[in-house]
């Protein structure tokens, strides 16, 4: 268990509602990478920290901000919520010093936007 | 852009055989390649990872092949169980992209017993 915990698991909102999703992990890594998964697109990178105060975008960053003030939170947020946000979200951590690190991934978060 | 591409079809399969999903890519050069399982409403769970200079590696069941030639990776499960129904993703990285990922769609297999 590589100690990552996605809140909330699930969330029904409203098209210009504002939603924040929040990971938490408690192995004290450095890189976390919040993800999108949808039907036939897979897996794709929105935002990812580096480190504390350190975020860069991924390929399908529009419409989402990041920020991490401390090691263990990550909080992706949606400024004002579209229907084509509506995904699963996940979070992941990066594992190791070395390169090839593997990713542990949390449980996801289901956001539907109406 | 680059391009990653899983077999479109899902795999259905008879126990004991051994299933076969394949990770082609275009437009990159990764550095490595990892192999994830996900099962329904769970995050992917790391599997397997190979390097570009290393053309297979193992774990139990599992094996991985990487030809950077063919731009392709294979992986398979031999003697395949219905405990190994799942979807299967692959994902390419390299050194210079900040550690970023990229995944593949994903392919479903399912074990028949």
């Known amino acids: 268990d590589a100690g990552i915990t996605q809140s909330p698991r699930h969330k029904v909102t409203e098209t210009g509602t504002p939603v924040t999703l929040r990971c938490h992990q408690t192995e004290n890594h450095r890189y976390m990478y919040w993800y999108r998964q949808d039907p036939g697109h897979g897996l794709r990178l929105i935002h990812y920290?580096?480190?504390?105060?350190?975020?860069d975008k991924g390929e399908v960053s529009d419409g989402y901000s990041v920020s991490r003030s401390k090691t263990e939170d990550f909080l992706l947020t949606l400024e004002s919520a579209t229907s084509s946000q509506t995904s699963v979200y996940f979070c992941a951590i990066r594992s190791g010093t070395g390169g090839t690190g593997e990713l542990f991934f949390g449980e996801g978060s289901r956001l539907t936007v109406l | 852009s680059q391009k990653i591409e899983q077999n479109s079809e899902a795999l259905n399969i008879q126990e004991g055989k051994t299933a076969t999903l394949t990770c082609n890519y275009t437009n990159y050069s990764p550095a490595y390649l990892q192999w994830y399982r996900q099962d329904p409403g769970r995050g992917p769970v790391f599997l397997l990872l190979?390097?570009?200079?290393?053309k297979e590696k193992r774990k139990e069941r599992l094996k991985v092949t990487f030809d950077t030639t063919l731009k392709q990776s294979l992986f398979h499960i031999t003697a395949s169980q219905p405990a190994d129904s799942a979807t299967y993703l692959c994902a390419l990285g390299d050194f210079s992209n900040d550690y970023k990922l990229s995944f593949g769609a994903g392919t479903t297999v399912t074990v028949r017993a």
């Open positions: 920290s580096y480190g504390v105060k350190d975020t």
């Open positions: 190979i390097r570009e200079n290393e």
